[in-house]
Protein backbone atom coordinates (compact mmCIF):
# COMPACT_ATOMS: atom_id res chain seq x y z
CA UNK A 1 0.00 0.00 0.00
CA UNK A 2 1.29 3.28 -0.84
CA UNK A 3 0.67 5.93 2.31
CA UNK A 4 2.22 8.56 0.97
CA UNK A 5 4.77 9.06 3.87
CA UNK A 6 7.74 11.58 2.93
CA UNK A 7 10.46 10.62 1.23
CA UNK A 8 12.80 11.15 3.59
CA UNK A 9 10.26 8.20 6.63
CA UNK A 10 10.04 6.12 3.34
CA UNK A 11 14.07 5.91 2.85
CA UNK A 12 14.78 5.72 6.03
CA UNK A 13 11.97 2.31 6.44
CA UNK A 14 13.55 0.74 3.25
CA UNK A 15 16.73 0.67 5.21
CA UNK A 16 15.20 -0.30 8.79
CA UNK A 17 13.84 -2.84 6.60
CA UNK A 18 16.86 -3.95 5.37
CA UNK A 19 18.71 -4.40 8.73
CA UNK A 20 16.01 -6.38 10.08
CA UNK A 21 16.26 -9.15 6.38
CA UNK A 22 20.15 -8.96 6.61
CA UNK A 23 21.20 -8.84 10.65
CA UNK A 24 18.32 -8.98 13.00
CA UNK A 25 15.99 -11.62 11.79
CA UNK A 26 18.57 -14.28 10.88
CA UNK A 27 20.27 -14.33 14.55
CA UNK A 28 16.22 -13.97 15.47
CA UNK A 29 15.58 -17.40 14.67
CA UNK A 30 18.45 -18.69 15.33
CA UNK A 31 17.75 -17.92 19.15
CA UNK A 32 14.51 -19.58 18.20
CA UNK A 33 15.65 -22.52 16.81
CA UNK A 34 18.14 -23.24 19.41
CA UNK A 35 17.22 -21.65 22.86
CA UNK A 36 20.12 -19.82 22.59
CA UNK A 37 19.86 -16.35 24.32
CA UNK A 38 20.87 -12.85 22.81
CA UNK A 39 23.28 -11.43 24.75
CA UNK A 40 23.52 -7.65 25.50
CA UNK A 41 27.02 -7.82 23.76
CA UNK A 42 25.44 -9.32 20.62
CA UNK A 43 22.42 -6.22 21.20
CA UNK A 44 25.36 -3.73 21.22
CA UNK A 45 26.82 -5.19 18.11
CA UNK A 46 23.45 -4.53 16.72
CA UNK A 47 23.61 -0.60 17.81
CA UNK A 48 27.45 -0.27 16.60
CA UNK A 49 25.77 -1.65 12.98
CA UNK A 50 22.69 0.93 13.32
CA UNK A 51 24.69 3.55 14.05
CA UNK A 52 26.71 2.87 10.63
CA UNK A 53 23.74 3.00 8.92
CA UNK A 54 22.28 5.92 10.47
CA UNK A 55 19.79 4.12 11.87
CA UNK A 56 20.51 4.56 15.41
CA UNK A 57 17.55 5.68 17.44
CA UNK A 58 15.59 7.58 14.77
CA UNK A 59 13.41 9.35 17.48
CA UNK A 60 16.01 11.41 18.96
CA UNK A 61 17.55 14.65 18.24
CA UNK A 62 20.95 14.02 16.24
CA UNK A 63 22.41 16.52 19.22
CA UNK A 64 22.19 13.88 21.42
CA UNK A 65 22.86 10.93 19.10
CA UNK A 66 19.71 10.06 17.28
CA UNK A 67 18.28 10.76 13.66
CA UNK A 68 16.13 13.60 14.49
CA UNK A 69 13.30 12.06 12.64
CA UNK A 70 10.28 14.23 12.98
CA UNK A 71 7.65 12.00 14.74
CA UNK A 72 4.98 11.18 11.86
CA UNK A 73 8.87 10.18 9.57
CA UNK A 74 9.60 8.17 12.44
CA UNK A 75 6.65 5.90 12.65
CA UNK A 76 6.78 3.47 9.27
CA UNK A 77 10.34 2.78 10.83
CA UNK A 78 8.66 1.68 13.71
CA UNK A 79 6.02 -0.65 12.19
CA UNK A 80 9.63 -2.19 10.58
CA UNK A 81 11.14 -3.10 13.92
CA UNK A 82 7.80 -4.36 14.91
CA UNK A 83 8.74 -7.44 12.52
CA UNK A 84 11.23 -8.83 15.21
CA UNK A 85 10.70 -9.81 18.48
CA UNK A 86 14.13 -7.92 19.23
CA UNK A 87 13.92 -5.29 16.32
CA UNK A 88 12.78 -2.10 18.43
CA UNK A 89 15.72 -2.90 20.88
CA UNK A 90 18.28 -3.55 18.21
CA UNK A 91 18.01 0.34 17.10
CA UNK A 92 17.22 1.82 20.16
CA UNK A 93 13.43 2.26 19.97
CA UNK A 94 12.04 0.02 22.35
CA UNK A 95 9.71 0.95 25.03
CA UNK A 96 9.45 2.55 27.68
CA UNK A 97 12.83 4.00 26.67
CA UNK A 98 12.13 5.46 23.59
CA UNK A 99 9.22 7.16 25.58
CA UNK A 100 11.23 8.27 28.06
CA UNK A 101 13.67 9.63 26.01
CA UNK A 102 11.19 12.12 24.60
CA UNK A 103 10.09 12.88 28.33
CA UNK A 104 13.26 14.06 29.12
CA UNK A 105 13.77 15.81 25.68
CA UNK A 106 10.63 17.18 25.45
CA UNK A 107 10.56 19.10 29.22
CA UNK A 108 14.07 17.89 30.83
CA UNK A 109 16.88 20.91 31.71
CA UNK A 110 19.70 20.96 29.78
CA UNK A 111 21.54 19.88 32.87
CA UNK A 112 19.45 16.38 32.88
CA UNK A 113 19.33 16.31 29.57
CA UNK A 114 23.22 15.75 29.74
CA UNK A 115 23.40 13.80 32.84
CA UNK A 116 20.10 11.61 31.88
CA UNK A 117 18.75 11.68 28.00
CA UNK A 118 22.54 11.72 26.28
CA UNK A 119 23.56 8.15 28.35
CA UNK A 120 20.08 6.81 28.03
CA UNK A 121 20.31 7.23 24.10
CA UNK A 122 23.72 5.17 23.69
CA UNK A 123 22.25 2.87 26.21
CA UNK A 124 25.09 3.25 29.10
CA UNK A 125 22.01 3.77 31.53
CA UNK A 126 18.40 1.94 31.63
CA UNK A 127 15.41 3.77 32.71
CA UNK A 128 11.67 2.75 33.78
CA UNK A 129 8.53 4.74 33.90
CA UNK A 130 6.60 3.95 37.59
CA UNK A 131 2.87 4.85 37.24
CA UNK A 132 0.97 2.05 37.89
CA UNK A 133 0.20 1.48 41.33
CA UNK A 134 -1.56 -2.02 42.77
CA UNK A 135 -5.59 -1.79 43.96
CA UNK A 136 -6.64 0.96 45.35
CA UNK A 137 -4.28 2.96 43.67
CA UNK A 138 -3.65 4.67 40.33
CA UNK A 139 -4.05 2.39 37.15
CA UNK A 140 -7.13 3.02 34.76
CA UNK A 141 -8.58 5.70 37.36
CA UNK A 142 -5.07 7.71 37.37
CA UNK A 143 -6.80 9.87 39.85
CA UNK A 144 -6.32 7.11 42.19
CA UNK A 145 -2.63 7.86 42.65
CA UNK A 146 -1.57 7.02 46.07
CA UNK A 147 2.50 7.61 45.75
CA UNK A 148 3.13 10.86 47.57
CA UNK A 149 6.57 13.40 47.74
CA UNK A 150 6.74 15.58 50.27
CA UNK A 151 9.71 18.40 50.51
CA UNK A 152 12.05 18.46 53.11
CA UNK A 153 14.15 21.36 52.56
CA UNK A 154 15.56 20.83 48.41
CA UNK A 155 14.49 17.50 48.87
CA UNK A 156 11.86 15.45 48.02
CA UNK A 157 10.70 12.59 50.22
CA UNK A 158 8.80 9.94 48.56
CA UNK A 159 6.75 6.89 49.45
CA UNK A 160 5.24 4.96 46.78
CA UNK A 161 4.39 1.04 45.79
CA UNK A 162 4.41 0.56 42.20
CA UNK A 163 3.76 -2.06 39.75
CA UNK A 164 3.62 -3.05 35.95
CA UNK A 165 6.94 -0.68 36.02
CA UNK A 166 8.97 -1.68 32.49
CA UNK A 167 12.06 -2.56 32.43
CA UNK A 168 11.96 -1.96 36.19
CA UNK A 169 14.04 -5.41 36.81
CA UNK A 170 17.06 -3.62 34.54
CA UNK A 171 16.84 0.19 35.52
CA UNK A 172 18.88 2.68 36.58
CA UNK A 173 17.02 5.17 37.48
CA UNK A 174 12.91 5.58 37.55
CA UNK A 175 10.60 8.30 36.07
CA UNK A 176 8.56 8.37 39.30
CA UNK A 177 5.12 9.73 38.97
CA UNK A 178 3.55 11.17 42.79
CA UNK A 179 1.58 13.41 44.07
CA UNK A 180 3.07 16.58 45.15
CA UNK A 181 0.21 18.79 46.10
CA UNK A 182 -1.89 16.77 48.06
CA UNK A 183 -4.54 19.83 48.57
CA UNK A 184 -4.67 19.81 44.86
CA UNK A 185 -6.60 17.50 42.31
CA UNK A 186 -4.26 14.90 41.54
CA UNK A 187 -4.16 16.03 37.69
CA UNK A 188 -3.10 19.65 38.67
CA UNK A 189 -0.86 18.20 41.68
CA UNK A 190 1.00 15.40 40.15
CA UNK A 191 5.22 15.66 39.34
CA UNK A 192 7.24 13.23 37.50
CA UNK A 193 10.25 12.80 39.29
CA UNK A 194 13.78 10.88 38.61
CA UNK A 195 14.57 8.76 41.16
CA UNK A 196 18.47 6.48 40.91
CA UNK A 197 17.90 3.05 41.87
CA UNK A 198 20.94 3.37 44.43
CA UNK A 199 18.92 5.74 46.29
CA UNK A 200 18.42 4.53 50.01
CA UNK A 201 14.76 3.36 50.23
CA UNK A 202 14.56 1.68 47.08
CA UNK A 203 13.51 -2.01 46.57
CA UNK A 204 12.74 -4.04 43.56
CA UNK A 205 10.18 -6.39 44.85
CA UNK A 206 9.64 -8.87 42.19
CA UNK A 207 9.45 -9.58 38.92
CA UNK A 208 5.65 -9.68 37.87
CA UNK A 209 4.86 -12.64 36.44
CA UNK A 210 2.82 -12.07 32.86
CA UNK A 211 1.67 -13.11 30.02
CA UNK A 212 4.25 -12.83 26.84
CA UNK A 213 7.68 -11.89 27.01
CA UNK A 214 9.75 -13.99 24.44
CA UNK A 215 12.78 -14.65 26.44
CA UNK A 216 15.00 -14.76 23.90
CA UNK A 217 17.55 -11.94 25.10
CA UNK A 218 19.80 -11.82 28.33
CA UNK A 219 18.00 -8.92 29.56
CA UNK A 220 15.51 -9.32 31.88
CA UNK A 221 13.49 -6.48 31.50
CA UNK A 222 10.41 -7.49 33.06
CA UNK A 223 7.38 -5.34 34.62
CA UNK A 224 8.30 -5.08 38.02
CA UNK A 225 7.04 -4.49 41.72
CA UNK A 226 8.92 -1.76 43.07
CA UNK A 227 8.59 -0.06 46.56
CA UNK A 228 10.11 3.14 47.31
CA UNK A 229 10.31 4.07 51.67
CA UNK A 230 11.28 7.15 52.70
CA UNK A 231 13.51 7.98 49.53
CA UNK A 232 15.04 10.95 49.66
CA UNK A 233 15.91 12.82 46.05
CA UNK A 234 16.76 16.47 45.32
CA UNK A 235 14.28 18.82 44.36
CA UNK A 236 16.13 19.56 41.14
CA UNK A 237 15.12 15.71 40.26
CA UNK A 238 11.66 16.92 39.02
CA UNK A 239 11.22 16.38 35.24
CA UNK A 240 9.66 19.79 33.74
CA UNK A 241 7.02 21.83 35.80
CA UNK A 242 6.60 21.13 39.23
CA UNK A 243 2.56 19.60 39.91
CA UNK A 244 2.64 19.50 35.42
CA UNK A 245 3.10 15.48 35.84
CA UNK A 246 -0.01 14.89 34.42
CA UNK A 247 0.36 17.38 31.46
CA UNK A 248 3.63 15.71 30.91
CA UNK A 249 2.45 11.67 30.94
CA UNK A 250 -0.09 12.82 28.43
CA UNK A 251 1.92 14.44 26.24
CA UNK A 252 4.34 11.11 26.29
CA UNK A 253 1.73 8.74 26.06
CA UNK A 254 -0.12 10.50 23.29
CA UNK A 255 2.90 9.42 20.73
CA UNK A 256 3.71 6.33 22.36
CA UNK A 257 0.79 4.90 22.44
CA UNK A 258 1.04 5.53 18.23
CA UNK A 259 4.69 4.15 18.25
CA UNK A 260 2.99 1.20 19.97
CA UNK A 261 0.20 1.19 17.26
CA UNK A 262 2.91 0.79 14.51
CA UNK A 263 4.97 -1.52 16.10
CA UNK A 264 2.06 -3.74 17.15
CA UNK A 265 1.05 -3.44 13.40
CA UNK A 266 4.54 -4.91 12.34
CA UNK A 267 4.16 -7.97 14.27
CA UNK A 268 0.83 -8.34 12.49
CA UNK A 269 1.72 -7.51 8.95
CA UNK A 270 4.78 -10.18 9.61
CA UNK A 271 2.36 -12.71 11.06
CA UNK A 272 0.13 -12.72 7.70
CA UNK A 273 2.88 -13.08 6.02
CA UNK A 274 4.15 -16.10 7.25
CA UNK A 275 0.44 -17.83 7.62
CA UNK A 276 0.04 -16.69 3.93
CA UNK A 277 3.39 -18.94 3.03
CA UNK A 278 2.01 -21.47 4.96
CA UNK A 279 -1.25 -21.73 3.30
CA UNK A 280 0.73 -21.79 0.29
CA UNK A 281 2.63 -24.62 0.75
CA UNK A 282 0.12 -26.98 3.00
CA UNK A 283 -1.77 -29.11 0.84
CA UNK A 284 -5.16 -30.42 2.67
CA UNK A 285 -8.21 -31.89 1.48
CA UNK A 286 -7.48 -32.10 -2.27
CA UNK A 287 -5.93 -28.39 -2.43
CA UNK A 288 -3.68 -26.39 -0.71
CA UNK A 289 -5.01 -24.29 1.62
CA UNK A 290 -4.79 -20.84 0.20
CA UNK A 291 -7.14 -22.07 -1.90
CA UNK A 292 -10.03 -22.34 0.13
CA UNK A 293 -12.49 -19.66 0.21
CA UNK A 294 -12.71 -19.22 3.44
CA UNK A 295 -9.27 -18.33 4.73
CA UNK A 296 -8.76 -15.94 1.69
CA UNK A 297 -11.92 -14.43 2.88
CA UNK A 298 -10.68 -13.99 6.49
CA UNK A 299 -7.23 -12.84 5.34
CA UNK A 300 -8.56 -10.12 2.87
CA UNK A 301 -10.69 -8.42 6.13
CA UNK A 302 -7.39 -8.79 8.02
CA UNK A 303 -5.80 -6.87 5.54
CA UNK A 304 -8.68 -4.58 4.82
CA UNK A 305 -8.20 -3.71 8.85
CA UNK A 306 -4.92 -3.40 9.30
CA UNK A 307 -4.87 -1.10 6.36
CA UNK A 308 -7.34 0.93 7.87
CA UNK A 309 -5.38 0.82 11.22
CA UNK A 310 -2.56 1.88 9.51
CA UNK A 311 -4.35 5.09 8.16
CA UNK A 312 -5.72 6.06 11.62
CA UNK A 313 -2.58 5.63 13.04
CA UNK A 314 -0.99 8.24 10.64
CA UNK A 315 -3.89 10.42 10.30
CA UNK A 316 -3.39 10.79 14.32
CA UNK A 317 0.56 11.47 13.83
CA UNK A 318 -0.34 14.59 11.53
CA UNK A 319 -3.26 15.87 14.04
CA UNK A 320 -0.46 15.46 16.73
CA UNK A 321 1.68 17.66 15.55
CA UNK A 322 -0.91 20.46 15.57
CA UNK A 323 -2.90 19.72 18.78
CA UNK A 324 -3.36 17.16 21.56
CA UNK A 325 -5.36 14.81 18.94
CA UNK A 326 -6.67 13.24 21.94
CA UNK A 327 -9.67 11.29 20.27
CA UNK A 328 -8.08 11.12 17.34
CA UNK A 329 -4.97 9.13 19.34
CA UNK A 330 -7.26 7.26 21.75
CA UNK A 331 -9.05 5.96 18.28
CA UNK A 332 -6.16 4.83 16.35
CA UNK A 333 -4.69 3.23 19.39
CA UNK A 334 -8.04 1.14 20.72
CA UNK A 335 -9.10 -0.32 16.93
CA UNK A 336 -5.07 -0.94 16.16
CA UNK A 337 -5.40 -3.35 19.69
CA UNK A 338 -8.54 -4.94 18.21
CA UNK A 339 -6.89 -5.09 14.59
CA UNK A 340 -3.66 -6.61 15.61
CA UNK A 341 -4.89 -8.89 17.84
CA UNK A 342 -7.64 -9.75 15.27
CA UNK A 343 -4.56 -10.34 12.90
CA UNK A 344 -2.08 -12.44 14.87
CA UNK A 345 -4.80 -14.71 16.29
CA UNK A 346 -5.94 -15.44 12.64
CA UNK A 347 -2.47 -16.42 11.92
CA UNK A 348 -1.76 -18.80 14.12
CA UNK A 349 -5.18 -19.86 13.40
CA UNK A 350 -3.79 -20.74 9.86
CA UNK A 351 -0.65 -22.56 10.34
CA UNK A 352 -2.68 -24.82 13.06
CA UNK A 353 0.21 -27.05 15.17
CA UNK A 354 2.85 -24.97 13.33
CA UNK A 355 0.98 -21.58 14.69
CA UNK A 356 0.86 -22.65 18.18
CA UNK A 357 4.73 -24.39 18.18
CA UNK A 358 7.43 -21.38 19.04
CA UNK A 359 9.82 -22.35 16.21
CA UNK A 360 7.87 -19.75 14.31
CA UNK A 361 7.49 -15.72 16.01
CA UNK A 362 3.68 -15.80 15.59
CA UNK A 363 3.54 -17.52 19.19
CA UNK A 364 5.61 -15.18 20.78
CA UNK A 365 3.40 -11.76 18.68
CA UNK A 366 0.05 -13.36 19.84
CA UNK A 367 0.84 -13.06 23.81
CA UNK A 368 2.50 -10.03 23.30
CA UNK A 369 -0.07 -8.68 21.57
CA UNK A 370 -2.53 -9.27 24.10
CA UNK A 371 -1.36 -6.95 26.36
CA UNK A 372 -1.98 -3.85 23.59
CA UNK A 373 -5.78 -4.23 24.34
CA UNK A 374 -5.01 -3.18 28.29
CA UNK A 375 -1.08 -0.94 28.00
CA UNK A 376 -0.80 1.86 27.60
CA UNK A 377 -4.79 2.32 28.51
CA UNK A 378 -7.29 -0.34 28.09
CA UNK A 379 -10.15 -0.26 25.55
CA UNK A 380 -12.46 0.31 27.91
CA UNK A 381 -10.87 3.79 29.27
CA UNK A 382 -10.57 5.04 25.28
CA UNK A 383 -13.97 3.92 24.45
CA UNK A 384 -14.94 6.02 27.60
CA UNK A 385 -13.23 8.90 26.47
CA UNK A 386 -14.34 8.54 23.00
CA UNK A 387 -18.27 8.58 24.25
CA UNK A 388 -17.56 11.57 26.37
CA UNK A 389 -16.90 13.46 22.77
CA UNK A 390 -19.18 12.26 21.02
CA UNK A 391 -21.75 13.00 23.48
CA UNK A 392 -20.65 16.79 24.13
CA UNK A 393 -21.89 18.69 21.66
CA UNK A 394 -25.53 17.38 21.01
CA UNK A 395 -28.01 20.12 20.68
CA UNK A 396 -30.97 20.04 22.46
CA UNK A 397 -32.75 21.26 19.54
CA UNK A 398 -31.23 17.77 17.17
CA UNK A 399 -32.77 15.67 19.77
CA UNK A 400 -35.85 16.75 20.24
CA UNK A 401 -36.20 16.86 15.74
CA UNK A 402 -34.80 12.92 16.21
CA UNK A 403 -37.25 12.18 18.63
CA UNK A 404 -40.00 13.37 16.50
CA UNK A 405 -39.04 11.71 13.21
CA UNK A 406 -39.02 8.55 15.70
CA UNK A 407 -42.41 9.00 16.34
CA UNK A 408 -43.56 10.32 12.82
CA UNK A 409 -41.99 7.35 11.49
CA UNK A 410 -43.46 4.75 13.80
CA UNK A 411 -47.13 6.54 13.51
CA UNK A 412 -46.56 6.36 9.22
CA UNK A 413 -45.50 2.79 9.83
CA UNK A 414 -48.69 1.92 11.98
CA UNK A 415 -50.96 3.60 9.71
CA UNK A 416 -49.62 2.07 6.29
Not at 23 to 44: S, W
Amino acid sequence: MEYHDSEKATEVAGRVEDFMEEVVLPREREALATGEKITMDEIEDFWDQAKERDLFAPQVPEEYGGQGLDFSDMLPSFEQVGRSLIGALAIRANAPQEGNMHTLEMVGTEKQKEEWLRPLVQGDIQTAFAMTEPKQGGGSDPKMLQSTAVKDGDEWVINAHKWWTSDGMDADYYLLMARTDLDAHPYEGTSIIMVPREADGVEVVRNVPHLGGHGITEREGGHAEMKFDNVRVPVENTIGEENAGFEIAQMRLGGGRLTHCMRYSGMAERSLEVAKAYLSEREAFGSTLEEKQALRHRIADAETRLHAARCMVRHAARELDRSDARIEVAMAKMFTANVTNEAIDLALQCCGGNGIGKDLPIAHFYENVRSFRIVDGADEVHRRSIARWAFEDIDETEVENALQFDEDLRIDELDG
